[in-house]
C-alpha cells in the first residue's frame, strides 16, 4: 500500500472525516471535498442524520467519489488509543467499500496515530485461504494534512512501520510447521539482504560448545534444534559497544513440555515467539530508517516439542554464565532460553542499554488484561524510559515491581537457580525476577507481551492474531538511544 501526504485530495475512490460529536465540517475541509458533498453533509447533518455520535457513519456520493463521514464520540471522553482504532475503522470502511485509492482528512496533531491505526486495520493474514479475486484491496492512501517537515518525516516513519509490522505480525501468524528454528534463521537471512545489517548464526553444535544449556534443554525434544541469531547494525556509532541490544524469545511452539498445556491454551502457541519476530522487525526498520548508533537484535529460538529426549520436570541445566538451573516446570521454558541470550549479550556487546521482549508469562495478562504490556527492570532510569517512550508511540505499558525478595525467590535448593518458585503468586514479576540474574551490570528492561501480542477477538486494527506489540516501542527505543 503507498502512503503519501498532500495538502488537497487527489482522484480516490473514497474520501474520509472523522468528526468529533456535534463538530462541524471546517471551512478547510468544505474546502477540501468541494461544494457537492459539502452542500450534502449540511443537509444530512441538520436532519439529524449525523452527528458525530461513537462509531456512526454517513456515506455520501456522486458520480466519481463517496465522502465518508465517521463518529468519533464526546472530545473528553475518548478511550486510550481511540485514535489508532479510529484509524483501523478507517481502513475497514474503505474496504467495505470497495475502495482502491483513499484520501483521509486530518488535523495533523492526529496523523501519526490515525495512520497507524490505518496501517494496522488495513493488514490481514490470508496465506490459507483461497484468494477471492473481487476481493477489496487499497493499493494507495493519501494523509491530506499540512505537507511541512515534521510530517514528511513522519511519512518516513509510517512506510518502514508498515513494512515491520506486517513482517512481525505474518511470522507470528504462520503456522508453526513452517516456521522452526531453522525457518527463522531463513526470515534473518530475507531480512538481512540489500539492508546494512550483519547476520550470525549460531546452531546447536555451537550453543552446545559455547555452554548455552537453556537453549539447548528447551530445544532438545525437537526435530529441529535450537538456534541463536544474532543482527547488528552500526551506522557512525559513537563507540563499540552497542547502544542498545534487543532480546527476544522464539519459542517456534510451545507444548509445555512434559508439563503439557491444556486444551484451551495450547491452541495458538504459534505466538509464542512474538518476542523474536518483534525485535527482527525492529532490526529491520532501524537498518531501513539509517538510525545512527550501534544496534544488536539477539533471537533466541527453540521449539519447546514432546519427545522421549525432552528436558525432565527436575532437570538441572547449566547456563551461558556458568549458573545452573533446575527446571521445576518445563512450561516456563522462554525464561531459559532468554537467559542465555542476556548472558550473551551483556558479555560479547557491553550494551549501554538491554531490552528482552517475550510473551513470557500469562499472569501479566491477569494483572493487566490484554491491552497493556507489563515492564519491569533493574534500572528506575531504563524503565521510566521505555514507559515514556512507549506512551510517546500510543504503546500501552505499565510497571510491575521487581523487588529483591522477588529475586532471592529464585534461588534454588540443589541448583543457583530454580525455574518457578512456589509462594510467590506474582507469576509475571517472578518471570522478570529469574531473567535478573542473567544481567550484572547493564541497565536492563524486561517487556512481557503476554496479554498484548495476540488478538482472540477481532478489533479494528487486528482481524486475526498478531497485533505487533511492541515494534513501534523498540524503534523509538532505538531513536533515542
Known sequence: MKLSIANKVPAVDVILIALYEKEKLSADARKLI???FAKQADERIKAKDFDGSEGQTLILFDKKQKFTMIGRGKKDKQMPNASEMLGGTMAGLAKKLRAKKAALILDGKDLLQIANGFILGDYEFKHYKKEDAKAPKIVEVTFVTDKNKENLEILKTLNSFQESSALVRTLINIIPSELDPKGFVTESEKVVKNRALTLTVFDEKKL???????????GQGAKVGPRMIILEYKNKAKSK????????KGVTFDTGGLNLKPSG????????????????GAMQAIADQKLKGHFVGILVCAENALSDKSVHPGDILQMYNGKTVEVLNTDAEGRLILADGLAYAEKQFKP???????????????????????VMGNNKKTTAKILKTAESVDERMWELPLDADFVKATEGNISDLKNISDGMRAGSTMGGAFLSNFVEKTPWAHIDIGGTAWADKPTPTTKYGSTSAGLRTLIELAKTA
Open 265 to 280: 491454551h495450547i491452541e495458538t502457541m504459534k505466538q509464542d515467539m512474538a518476542g523474536a519476530a518483534t525485535v527482527l
Open 352 to 374: 549501554k542499554m538491554m531490552v528482552n521482549i517475550a510473551t513470557l508469562t500469562g499472569a501479566v495478562s491477569v494483572a493487566l488484561g490484554y491491552k497493556i504490556s507489563g
Open 241 to 248: 559497544n552497542a547502544d542498545i541490544v534487543f532480546v527476544g
Open 34 to 36: 468541494g461544494t457537492n
Open 208 to 218: 552446545k560448545t559455547m555452554g548455552c544449556g537453556g537453549l539447548i534443554g528447551v
